[in-house]
């Protein structure tokens, strides 16, 4: 799927129909995501100028946008009145506040039946595509591990399923064997070793669902997609301040966010790099991520939890380098691309991450436990863990 080029006047027409404080005079392309198209609107009254962010949602992909949108409307309303409890004084740069369409509604329908959405832009923040210190890594994991924290009360039946099965391990390689028997564009040959790599290591797609049915570990209100450049970031102090692109928050489990954080913010190559061999787990940046997860958490690691740690990690890695994979086979129909083949290398540098991940898993496991006596001991001196 190849990124649509909006005219500007066009998105200046559609951001006219947003209760935005003044005309809209500019608007720009902003970020690097895979699924919706992102903009940075600039608008003016007098010689006051505003900044928001317009977003086109992709309804390929979220065939409900009316879900999406009261899902996120229920959860940043919830994490804004815990914010407000906690005695937050800055609320507004913590929490993503929707700007709502002329007619009161959270997102607008263009003539096509395209949905688009605007949101407040939080000023002075910035995001990052990779991990770039260890410190950075700590902030991301303890804003995400927040994130759940304070959505632990928020029942699960108030979300809608916005993507059903979404991190289905086994629904994924189902998908998998059936695009490969398809095989619509003649890629399965040119696949073969990535193929078998991944079909060997079915049974990580149980790793996850088998303590799920049996009770060992519990649905509740996930974020689901926890790549490091969904944290804003303070732009002068480092502290991470928001979560953000909620579009996929809903059902889902605690270990599939931190899963896929350590699959984002570990690995030491780019998603697309095409010299897979280069992509391999840091050690020292998962244990970060560990140390920060259990200070936003705010709560010590259940036993099924913290020996499913590793595993959560192997797991996200295997089920997303499949989906890249299954969309490499389907003829690159899902996830955006540049260039012929960057579906293929994101597939295999996620292969190459989970060989090392098989490797160093004993290190890693030793690692989760030093971090969870260290976070024990934290406690139990009587200091606040979080923030």
């Known amino acids: 799927m190849t990124r649509t080029i909006w005219p500007e006047a066009e998105l200046l027409g559609i951001a006219r129909s947003f209760d935005l404080p003044g005309t809209p005079r500019g608007v720009r392309p902003l970020g690097s995501g895979h699924i919706n198209d992102t903009f940075r609107v600039v608008s003016g ?55 709502p369409s002329r007619d009161g509604k959270a997102f607008f329908r263009d003539a096509t039946g ?108 996930a974020h689901n997609d926890t790549k490091v450049n969904n944290i ?53 940046v998962f244990s970060a991520l560990v140390e920060g997860t259990l200070e936003g958490l705010g709560r010590p690691l259940r036993d099924a939890e913290r020996g499913l740690l590793v595993s959560s990690a192997m797991v996200l890695t295997f089920e997303l380098g499949l989906r890249f994979l299954t969309d490499y086979l389907l003829g690159d129909t899902y996830f955006r691309t540049n260039r012929q083949g960057q579906n293929l290398d994101r597939a295999r540098v996620h292969l190459s991450l989970l060989m090392s991940m098989e490797d160093r898993r004993d290190a890693l496991e030793a690692a989760v436990e030093k971090a969870s006596v260290d976070a024990l001991a934290f406690d139990v001196s009587g200091e606040r863990r979080g923030r």
């Open 232 to 284: 804003l970031f303070d732009a002068t102090s480092g502290e991470a301040l928001a979560v953000v692109d909620l579009d996929t928050v809903m059902p889902g489990l605690f270990l599939h966010d931190f899963g896929d954080l350590v699959r984002s913010a570990a690995n030491s190559a780019r998603e697309d790099e095409t010299e897979p061999s280069k992509a391999v787990l840091s050690e020292p």
């Open 114 to 221: 395209g949905a688009w959405r605007v949101y407040e832009e939080i000023r002075g923040a910035l995001s990052v595509d990779r991990v770039e210190n260890l410190g950075q890594a700590r902030e991301a994991a303890r804003a995400f591990s927040g994130f759940s924290r304070r959505l632990s009360d928020l029942p699960v039946s108030a979300l809608s399923e916005t993507i059903p099965a979404f991190h289905d391990t086994r629904s994924r390689f189902a998908a998998f064997l059936a695009a490969l028997q398809q095989d619509p564009v003649g890629r399965a040959r040119e696949t073969a070793s990535e193929i078998e790599a991944f079909a060997k290591r079915e049974p990580l797609a149980a790793c996850l669902e088998d303590p799920l049915a049996r009770g060992l570990i519990e649905r509740q209100a």
């Open 45 to 99: 009254r007098g010689p006051r100028t505003f900044s928001h962010i317009l977003q086109r949602l992709n309804t390929n992909v979220f065939a409900n946008p009316e879900a999406v949108m009261a899902n996120i409307a229920r959860v940043t309303e919830h994490v804004r009145a815990s914010l407000v409890a906690e005695g937050r004084t800055d609320v507004a740069r913590r929490c993503l506040s929707l700007v």
